[in-house]
């Protein structure tokens, strides 16, 4: 618990930090797309673009989706900085998926 | 529709009496739904239907969304499927569909990343049939009963498409309004849907299927018991027993040759014989006369006892001067011993019929019905007598049953034991007479169907040389027109 914190209050400091951040999707349904677009707009607007978007389509790679246990998409997965956060669903309820990614507070 | 009818494609599921039920099986890449609480065995019958595909060279996906695989494994293996060996060879795949939990949700999702997996998975095997265990776990990440509804139809879309023969469980609690309306969908979705049902009656639990809707195709419509025997499960269709009874069949000895006497020659093969009396009469002796006599002419004995362990049989029978070791130690008699109320009547005949699959005795001794009573109620034991005897009488086995009777009554209550007299093809009373100076034993043969048989109450003794007649037993009255009847072998 408090790892997880100390964690926590490390990546909202390091503003300099990079992120990794892997979205499964599925084709080119409306979830997956809209999920897409709103992961590329949190990027600019939170990130400054210090980031890597990784996109795994599980229809085309699905043993990526085994590994990774994947059974419901869009799916966004914070691989770096640590602790590892799974958020499901198109990302469209932003505030929610910030706070998920610890970077609630640095919109300001 | 008269006569056009076409018969729908299926495919056998091999789960004993099943496919009798279901007119020939599963319909062939359709939907079945099978939904029932906690306990009824909807995972056995999904891994059941899934093994028999594999061994037969369907290979099959088995998605679980509550059990582990680990514990999917093994719930095969004791039942004697080796998944992992099935695994291996790549006829089965088990897909662990554990849905994400504490997860934050950020607006709509799909199920598409579990279909891309069971895809790679159904594609790699090539599957023809898969097994979706506990959906009701996978509708249960939505809270709109709407989406789950579309996901639905998008999964029976995509299963339907793959030309796959599916079988979805689900878990079912009878007083929940909303899963109701829900499963009321999923009913109206699937072609062919079964409920199990798991009841406790009288302290025992009993299991029972039924198949609710078959689209395309006719279907057994009663309520079938069912339970889970050593190889998976196995389902009672009793639908055309009475029919198939075999006819009485040559005598066979009593093992007392004075009874011979009293019966003409002895019982009738594949007759039902009912031996009633009071506690202490000697039923059991005389039940283990006959099995004693049979098994030394080679014929085998299935013995089932509700009231004794084996060991105390077979040490009692040593009394009288029957012993049984060397009929058990040359296969030719089994015991099968139970307390009445340990698994209930189904249970019980279960493991009966199991028992004559592998056994195949020529004679069933059943010790005793009164013992049966404790089942559960007098239905269950009544059920459990009547599909028994139905049983053995279509396989030709000979039947004898022991029944207690308390005090003295009429003959005619003593023969209904629970109920089910018209089955019953001979009676042999036995009871006690008090006089002055002692207590002494009479058998008397109340009925014999398809035979003659003495009018006489014959006095007995228990000796340990066994039952002895104490005056010289008396053959069958010879009546008018029965010119030509042996002697009785005098």
């Known amino acids: 618990m408090s790892k997880s914190l100390q964690a926590g209050r490390r990546a ?74 799974m958020v499901l669903g198109n990302l469209s309820d932003l505030p929610k998926v910030l706070a998920a990614l610890r970077l609630s507070g640095t919109e300001s | 529709m008269h006569g056009k009818r076409r018969p729908i494609p299926k495919v056998a599921t091999q789960i004993a009496g099943l496919d009798q039920i279901l007119e020939g099986g599963f319909p062939r890449g359709r939907t079945t739904l099978v939904c029932g609480g906690p306990g009824s065995g909807k995972t056995v019958l999904g891994l059941e239907f899934l093994c028999r595909g594999a061994m037969a060279g369907q290979p099959g996906v088995f998605v679980t969304f509550e059990e582990r695989a680990g514990a999917i494994r093994m719930n095969a293996r004791s039942m004697g499927w080796n998944l992992a060996a099935l695994e291996k060879a790549g006829k089965i795949a088990i897909v662990e569909a554990r849905l994400p939990g504490e997860e934050v949700r950020s607006g709509d999702f799909d199920i598409q990343g579990m279909l891309a997996i069971v895809g790679g998975h159904v594609k790699r095997i090539r599957a023809k049939r898969i097994v979706m265990d506990a959906l009701d776990v996978l509708l249960r990440i939505y809270d709109d009963l709407n989406r789950e509804r579309n996901e639905l139809f998008r999964l029976h879309d995509w299963l339907t498409d793959r030309g796959l023969t599916s079988v979805l469980s689900v878990k079912s609690h009878r007083d929940d309004a909303q899963q109701m309306s829900q499963y009321e969908f999923l009913d109206f979705m699937a072609d062919c849907v079964i409920r ?99 098994c030394r002419r080679g014929e085998r004995v299935l013995s089932l006892n509700f009231e004794e362990s084996k060991e105390a049989l077979i040490s009692g029978m040593l009394s009288p001067g029957i012993d049984l070791r060397p009929a058990i130690r040359a296969r030719k008699l089994l015991f099968q011993t139970a307390m009445p109320e340990s698994i209930g009547s189904d249970g019980h005949l279960g493991r009966t019929i199991l028992a004559l699959d592998s056994f195949k005795p020529n004679h069933l001794i059943l010790d005793a019905v009164s013992a049966c009573l404790r089942m559960g109620s007098e239905q269950a034991a009544f059920d459990f007598m009547m599909r028994l005897i139905s049983v053995v009488k279509e396989r030709g086995i000979t039947s004898i049953l022991t029944n207690q009777v308390n005090g003295q009554t009429s003959s005619d209550e003593e023969i209904s034991g629970v109920g089910f007299s018209s089955v019953v093809d001979a009676v042999v009373q036995l009871r006690f007479v008090e006089t002055d100076q002692e207590v002494n034993r009479q058998i008397f043969i109340v009925k014999s169907r398809g035979s003659a048989h003495s009018n006489r109450r014959q006095a007995y003794v228990i000796t340990n040389r066994g039952i002895e007649f104490t005056d010289k037993p008396q053959p069958p009255p010879v009546r008018a027109g029965s010119a030509g009847r042996k002697d009785g072998g005098k």
Not at chain 1, 71 to 84: F, G, K
Not at chain 2, 216 to 236: A, D, K, M, Q, R
């Open chain 1, 12 to 85: 909202g400091k390091g503003q300099s930090r990079h992120y990794l951040l892997r979205l499964f999707i599925a084709g080119n349904g409306q979830n997956s797309q809209t999920a897409l677009a709103n992961l590329r707009g949190l990027c600019r607007e939170y990130l400054n673009g210090r980031c890597t978007i990784e996109t795994i389509d599980v229809v085309k790679d699905f043993e990526a989706a085994v590994r990774d246990n994947i059974l419901v998409t869009p799916a966004l997965i914070l691989v770096d900085p640590r602790p590892r956060v």
């Open chain 2, 196 to 294: 199990l049902d798991h009841r406790v009656v009288g302290q025992v639990a009993t299991r029972r299927l039924r198949v609710i809707k078959y689209r395309g195709s006719g279907f057994g419509t009663n309520e079938y018991p069912y339970v889970f025997g050593e190889h998976g499960i196995v389902l009672f269709p009793l639908t055309t027993a009475e029919l198939t009874h075999q006819p009485l069949g040559p005598k066979v000895s009593t093992g007392l040759k004075g009874l011979d006497l009293m019966l003409d020659g002895g019982f009738r093969r594949a007759s039902c014989v009912l031996i009633s009396g009071n506690s202490g009469a000697g039923k059991t002796t005389l039940a283990s006369t006959f099995a004693h006599a049979a």
